[in-house]
């Protein structure tokens, strides 16, 4: 009976140690994670940035061409009124 007793308390204490360990080894992979998620959550910001600003120089430079073709455009009414 003492001996199915201790054999209890030994698997009993062999169980908790494993609960700790294995708490241990949850939290770090939760930590893990949650940085890479971080990560990546500063890598699409970057990206996001960089593509407004290549749609803001995109977008300006089509404005600027829509600008000379409408002086193109005033030109020549201003030309066809004279005549």
């Known amino acids: 009976m003492k001996k199915a007793l201790l054999g209890l ?3 009993a ?3 908790t140690s494993c609960k700790k360990e294995t708490k241990d080894e949850v ?3 939760t ?3 949650g940085n890479e998620m ?3 959550i500063d890598t699409a910001a ?3 940035d960089a593509a407004a600003d290549s749609t803001k ?3 300006g ?3 600027e061409k829509g600008a000379k073709k409408m002086d193109e455009a005033a030109e020549k009414l201003k030309e066809a009124a004279k005549k």
């Open 61 to 63: 430079k089509v404005l």
């Open 57 to 59: 120089v995109k977008a």
């Open 38 to 40: 971080e990560d990546a």
């Open 13 to 15: 204490t062999l169980m």
């Open 46 to 48: 970057v990206k996001v």
């Open 27 to 29: 939290k770090e992979a």
């Open 9 to 11: 308390a030994f698997i």
């Open 31 to 33: 930590e893990a994670v």
